[in-house]
């Protein structure tokens, strides 16, 4: 991944702390930010008073906090409760927008990240929300937009592209291991060995860790670590036999049943969410 130059990465860390500053200086109950940084650049860790969703245009991202990994391809977002610590990571250039809302109820202790589909709807709204950002205090047009588009949010459907990682040590190095190189071939007893445990107890201590099964994890896990190349283009053949599968037919079959639709069909529909 191409570095990016001090200066650059100067500029960028400078938008970051000034859309914070305007973020939390101000005491607006809804806000919206347009931002593109470039691949390879990492937002520190940081939080907000209020409820952030972050919206993905175009480009990949990675967002990180103490409750898990989520990817987050085009035309999905995250949903960050208030006060929650994350980092955002830049797995390619990226057109991203923001949704903040000011939490009107105490944030419950125990609510995660979740990442969900954007309809063409709210699509369009946050783009006009945000063209109306500079309006006057009470314009009609853009309180209306703002509302119909917080209604708009609460409708959208979760999908299953968050990675609860492990907090153990050990469990967790294999799981950074797997990402790093994953084949649909790892086996739960090969990595129950690596730590020295029983079957049993590797499948109970996997679940309490992450809170699904290894299955699932992996299954997961390798969606997570190949969509960045298929962002970036390549052929979804290349990806399958890369990621380990023996066709790629195995791998659309494990994609489908994850996002509900093939990879090509999926990411065409995805980079298009960008275009006017």
């Known amino acids: 991944m191409e570095k990016l130059s001090q200066q650059l990465l100067a500029t960028v860390d400078n938008s970051h702390e000034q859309n914070m500053h305007w973020t939390e200086a101000s005491n607006a109950d809804v806000l919206v930010h347009s931002s ?8 520190p860790w940081h939080h907000h008073r209020r409820s952030q969703l972050l919206c993905v245009f175009a480009g ?19 949903f960050i409760p208030a006060g929650l610590e994350h980092s955002v990571e830049m797995l390619s250039d990226v057109s991203m ?25 709210a699509r369009s709204l946050l783009l006009e929300a945000i063209r109306l950002r500079e309006a006057p205090i009470g314009n009609r047009k853009a309180e209306l937009v703002l509302s119909l588009l917080l209604e708009e949010i609460s409708t959208l459907e979760d999908r299953p592209l968050g990675l ?5 040590r050990r469990l967790a190095a294999l799981c950074r291991a797997y990402l790093a190189n994953p084949t649909p071939n790892a086996r739960l007893d090969d990595w129950a060995e690596k730590l020295a445990m029983s079957r049993r107890t590797f499948t109970r201590q996997f679940r309490k860790e992450t809170g699904i099964s290894f299955t699932t994890w992996r299954q997961q896990a390798s969606v997570f670590a190949c969509l960045p190349q298929l962002a970036e283009g390549q052929p979804v053949t290349n990806v399958a036999l890369e990621a ?7 791998f659309t079959t494990m994609f489908r049943r994850m996002l509900g639709t093939s990879p090509r069909t999926y990411m065409v529909n995805r980079w298009s969410f960008d275009r006017p």
């Open 36 to 43: 593109e940084p470039r691949q390879g650049y990492t937002v």
């Open 60 to 78: 990949v991202i990675l967002i990180l906090t103490t409750r898990g990994r989520w990817m987050v391809p085009p035309g999905h977002a995250l």
């Open 97 to 121: 927008k923001s949704v903040y809302v000011m939490p009107h109820d105490p944030t419950p202790p125990d609510e995660a990240p979740r990442v969900v589909e954007v309809t063409d709807l």
């Open 164 to 168: 609860p990682f492990p907090s153990d």
């Open 244 to 250: 380990g599968y023996e066709s790629a037919a195995a």
